[in-house]
T-cell receptor, first 115, second 116 residues
Framework: GENVEQHPSTLSVQEGDSAVIKCTYS??????FPWYKQELGKRPQLIID?????GEKKDQRIAVTLNKTAKHFSLHITETQPEDSAVYFC??????????????FGKGTKLSVKP | NAGVMQNPRHLVRRRGQEARLRCSPM?????VYWYRQLPEEGLKFMVY????????ESGMPKERFSAEFPKEGPSILRIQQVVRGDSAAYFC??????????????FGPGTRLLVL
């Protein structure tokens, strides 16, 4: 089945710097890749997603890139701010028999932005 | 525009008791997903339901766990005879059910279950 690996597990940056989080997936048929931000004790919140017919997507300071050949996708946050501090999860929806849309998550990256 | 609602937010049970977790999807959404999150870990899929139908329960333990999404009312995740290892945050997500299998899922605030 689908397996999603996420790196790094922790990331510390200075305010204003960029942060990059990378994920790889195993099922070449996967075609939807969302990113969620989870603050301590809160719900996961969708921050950006990308579908397999697109290579890059941007939303203000956040961008996601997808390389289908290499089966990896990355989250880029520019001009980081202290409020960006949270755990970020990547996910994929596999597309094989029996799976009907459930998300397979990476283990998360704890991002700390130091003022 | 109410989002996904879950209750209770916190639930304490003693070993052997039953836990019932409720999820009301966003307005207009007919598909519900349940995920479990252990401390310091990612979310693991448990079960996927639409009204009156379980679509995929491959992530849910066969023993003690059950889920339903009736025609009227919230989706319920039921854990019988809870054990300490069931302590976790249980999140529900919903999606419209129009563009399966690729749809955005929106999460509720979670129920934090503590088994003493």
């Amino acid at each position: 089945g689908e397996n999603v690996e996420q790196h790094p597990s922790t990331l510390s940056v200075q305010e204003g710097d960029s942060a990059v989080i990378k994920c790889t997936y195993s099922d070449s048929a996967s075609n939807y890749f969302p990113w969620y931000k989870q603050e301590l004790g809160k719900r996961p919140q969708l921050i950006i997603d990308i579908r397999s017919n697109v290579g890059e997507k941007k939303d203000q300071r956040i961008a996601v890139t997808l390389n289908k050949t290499a089966k990896h996708f990355s989250l880029h946050i520019t001009e980081t701010q202290p409020e960006d501090s949270a755990v970020y999860f990547c996910a994929a929806i596999p597309n094989y028999g029996g799976s009907q849309g459930n998300l397979i998550f990476g283990k998360g990256t704890k991002l700390s932005v130091k003022p | 525009n109410a989002g996904v609602m879950q209750n209770p937010r916190h639930l304490v049970r003693r070993r052997g008791q039953e836990a019932r977790l409720r999820c009301s999807p966003m307005k207009g959404h007919s598909h519900v997903y349940w995920y479990r999150q252990l401390p310091e870990e990612g979310l693991k899929f448990m079960v996927y339901l639409q009204k009156e139908n379980i679509i995929d329960e491959s992530g849910m333990p066969k023993e003690r766990f059950s889920a339903e999404f009736p025609k009227e009312g919230p989706s319920i995740l039921r854990i019988q005879q809870v054990v300490r290892g069931d302590s976790a945050a249980y999140f529900c997500a919903s999606s419209p059910g129009l563009f399966r299998p690729v749809e955005t899922q929106y999460f509720g605030p979670g129920t934090r279950l503590l088994v003493l």
